[in-house]
């Protein structure tokens, strides 16, 4: 599970995030909305260890990101918005350095390769170098590599960016099955049909301000007047 | 106005723009690139000079020589330029993001061909300024000529960096239309390299054999000479139309200088030609061509898979930058150029009659070999070790999250830079000492003070990578251009010089017996200590400080 508590994050002038608190319980898929610049992105780097928070406590999967952060990335994904591939190593060899950098055992990892890249439909291009995929390929082959290690927290930043219709169904199929099993989702996106189609509960995100939170019914209901999530996102973000 | 002119114009425009930019430079970077500049061309000019006064005292036979070293000299001057026409034609070709926009753009092929050709002899001229001005200037003051021989030399120059540079693009484009790829290239490749390499035995032996104190028989010991002094050969008008001059031949001057223009004509003719009829399919081989790796060409990456040792993590970055090094021919060939002409001439040292001249001298050489060997690993760690941690941070999402801290990434970094380093200096280092029969002291030093500069060299790179860091997407070339390349090209300099010249000095005095027997029994161990100590030091502290950095920053 995710918990963020009194999280703060000030850039300059500017207060990236303010007073930031959300639990994210064990199995669930959270959908993070909100306008560009809201805060989104820094609340993830700051999930991840990228970026430290000014103040305010993480935790993640049971353990204290912020005093353990080595232990805590163990169990977690991320997949960035932009991710970068190593442009001169094939999909199968960015699948064997990922399962080296997080100590899989020796001898599971070229099988679990394997398997990840048959799951994602890559298997045929194990041996192409990766600057010769598409966006779509490139996107599953860092499904699989986020994926190889079994986090038991995922943090997904935009991750429909132009992706074809097949590779956005993969996908949602995907981060469905994966909350079935336990695993802990929290993911950001401006597609906000997918934000209905598959959230658990939703939280959008204005100036750094989590201004409401919780499952599409229950935001409906807080909002009168709002018949659908697009309503409410503009409702609640434009000012 | 035709696109190829507009094209050009362009390009002049960029120049203008660029050039307006270097106000903006640090000034501790220009103060550094120029001040280089200047001590490389004034120590050039001084080798030179020194090399033509040596010739003239001996007079006669020995000064004679001048024009088949003149020839010699252009020759490999041609085959550097005619590389780097082959290089910088093919990225302007086929490489640069600037041909992949045109491409979409209302520009015939034929146009873009022209203006890659032009750009490739353009950025190919270097050689003039950074070679052939020091060299002539040095001949003309030792011989008593002007400023005019430096003028007719540059005259000269244009249509010889124009003929072998387009030699180089005309090369390089049936190579990329029509030179087989996968197994084949493998096996032409390893063809190549058993040929060159049996007739680099077969030459060494011949030369050895034939060894003699006259100077009448040098022209068996430089490589090539022979062949140089073709008078068919272009290189061989260079230096004969430019040594016209000296003699005041204008006439044969000018029908030298004519003959070159009008073969630079006929080329230029042909490439034109060659280039509307293969650029565009070649360019489609390039666009088209399946990166797909077979089994035999993956060997290498399961080869490392199988064999990297180490702890998970040291073998993750340790296969990943072995596999990124050997699939960028920007990266190995670097190296195999500036490692492979050092390893050529210290296999040749036994030739050139160097370990025959006593330990003293053997002794100096074989510093001046280790000083030429540091500042080869030197520049080479400051463009490839010294970008590495901000390359880095374009995987963040993967290696910043994996479960180690970014500080163990730097050693990781570290470790694998300094064996990398370590095995080509000793390598090479020992080579030389053998080659040279130095005594067991230098030998020793030699063996000491090689991985010691791997450490300061590699440590100094990673520790000042990680505290310069940029974490914003850049290229290498901008990484290196900024604050901390320049810093860390500094200090990685004066690193080489504090390590290589002490000792050397030491050395020198002990041989020449300078030191009282009670002083030699303790200088030594002192000089070994010194350079353990002064590389720690010099690798330790950007180290640390790049330790600290890392902890207190965010990506």
């Known amino acids: 599970m995710i918990r963020l508590e009194h999280l703060h994050k000030r850039y300059g002038s500017l207060q990236a995030v303010d007073d930031l608190n959300l639990e994210v319980p064990e199995g669930e898929l959270f959908c993070f909305l909100g306008p560009n610049g ?127 219709p097949h590779s956005i169904r993969l996908i949602k199929d995907l981060l469905r099955e994966h909350t079935r099993n336990g695993m802990t989702i929290l993911m950001t996106t401006h597609i906000l049909a997918i934000a209905e189609e598959i959230g658990d509960r939703i939280g959008i995100i204005d100036r750094g301000k989590l201004v409401v939170c919780g499952t599409l019914e229950e935001l409906k209901a807080a909002t009168p007047g709002s018949a659908r999530l697009e309503d409410l996102f503009l409702s609640l973000t434009l000012q | ?64 020589l001048v024009p088949d070293l003149f020839t010699l000299f252009f020759l490999g001057l041609g085959l550097m330029l005619m590389l780097s026409g082959a290089v910088t034609g093919y990225a302007n070709l086929f490489q640069t993001p600037e041909v992949k926009r045109l491409l979409t753009w209302p520009v015939p092929t034929r146009d873009l061909f022209y203006y890659a050709l032009v750009k490739s002899t353009l950025m190919s001229s270097w050689a003039f300024f950074f070679i052939i001005v020091p060299m002539i200037s040095s001949y003309g003051i030792q011989d008593g000529w002007g400023p005019g ?40 490749g390893a063809l190549l390299l058993v040929t060159l390499i049996t007739w680099a035995m077969n030459y060494v032996k011949e030369v050895r054999s034939s060894q003699s104190q006259d100077m009448l028989v040098l022209i068996n010991f430089i490589p090539g000479l022979r062949l140089a002094s073709q008078p068919v050969l272009p290189n061989s008008w260079m230096a004969n139309g430019i040594l016209a001059f000296t003699k005041d031949e204008m006439g044969t001057g000018i029908l030298y200088f004519l003959l070159l223009c009008s073969s630079v004509g006929v080329l230029f003719l042909f490439l034109a030609k060659l280039g509307e009829w293969v650029y565009p399919s070649a360019l489609q081989r390039q666009i088209t061509g399946s990166t797909q790796l077979n089994a035999r060409a993956s060997s290498a990456s399961r080869f490392l898979q199988y064999a990297f040792p180490g702890r998970a993590s040291v073998r993750a970055f340790g296969i990943k930058d072995a596999l990124i090094f050997l699939r960028d021919p920007t990266q190995w060939t670097q190296f195999l150029i500036f490692f ?43 463009r490839f070790v010294f970008p590495q941690m901000s390359m880095e941070t374009r995987a963040l999402w993967m290696v910043g999250l994996a479960p180690h801290s970014m500080s163990r990434l730097m050693i990781i970094k570290f470790g694998l830079a300094t ?76 690193t080489v010089i504090l390590l290589v010249m002490i000792p050397g000095m030491v050395s020198h005095f002990m041989l020449e017996n300078r030191f009282s027997p009670g002083m030699k029994e303790w200088i030594f161990p002192m000089t070994l200590l010194y350079i353990v100590v002064l590389s720690l030091f010099a690798a330790g502290l950007p180290l640390w400080l790049g330790h600290r950095s890392l902890q207190s920053r965010d990506y």
């Open chain 2, 1 to 64: 106005m035709r696109p190829f002119l507009i094209l050009i114009r362009n390009h002049v425009f960029g120049l203008r723009t660029a050039m307006g930019e270097l106000r903006e430079q640090p000034k501790l970077k220009v103060a550094f690139v120029g001040g280089f500049s200047l001590c490389w061309l004034l120590g050039l000019s001084w080798i030179f000079y020194e090399g033509f006064a040596f010739l003239n005292q001996r007079g006669g036979v020995a000064f004679g």
């Open chain 2, 340 to 382: 492979g002409l050092l390893g050529l001439y210290f296999i040749n040292l036994g030739s050139l009659g160097y370990n025959d001249l006593g330990y003293v001298w053997s002794n100096l050489i074989a510093f001046l070999n280790m000083f030429s060997l540091s500042a080869v690993m030197s520049s080479l760690s400051a």
């Open chain 2, 419 to 494: 064996l990398s380093l370590s095995i080509v200096g000793m390598t090479l280092s020992r080579l030389s000492t053998f080659m040279l029969g130095v005594s067991g002291h230098t030998a020793l030093i030699g063996s000491v003070l090689m991985p010691s500069m791997a450490i300061a060299l590699s440590g100094m790179s990673i520790g000042l990578g990680a505290i310069f860091m940029e974490v914003r997407p850049k290229t290498p070339a901008q990484i290196l251009s900024g604050y901390g390349g320049t810093l860390n090209l500094i200090l990685s300099l004066v």
């Open chain 1, 38 to 164: 809201a805060g989104k992105t820094t609340s993830i780097k700051m999930m991840t260890g990228l970026v430290r928070p000014d103040q305010g406590t993480i935790t993640l999967a049971g353990i204290n990101a912020l005093e353990e952060p080595v232990r805590s990335r163990s169990q977690v994904g991320y997949i960035p918005d932009m991710p970068f591939l190593y442009d001169r190593l094939t999909p199968m060899e960015f699948l064997l350095f990922t399962g080296d950098l997080y100590r899989m055992p020796r001898k599971e990892v070229p099988e679990k390769a394997e398997e990840m890249l048959e799951t994602f439909g890559m298997l045929e291009r194990a041996h192409t170098l990766c600057r010769d995929l598409s966006h779509g390929m490139r996107q599953r082959v860092i499904y699989a590599a986020t994926l190889m290690h079994r986090p038991k927290v995922m943090l997904v930043d935009e991750p429909f960016i132009g992706l074809d």
């Open chain 2, 149 to 188: 021989l430096l003028l007719w030399s540059a005259v000269y120059s244009v249509p010889y960096v124009m003929l072998f540079s387009g030699l180089g693009v005309f090369l390089m484009l049936l190579i990329v239309r029509w030179f087989p790829r996968g197994r084949t290239l493998g096996l032409i």
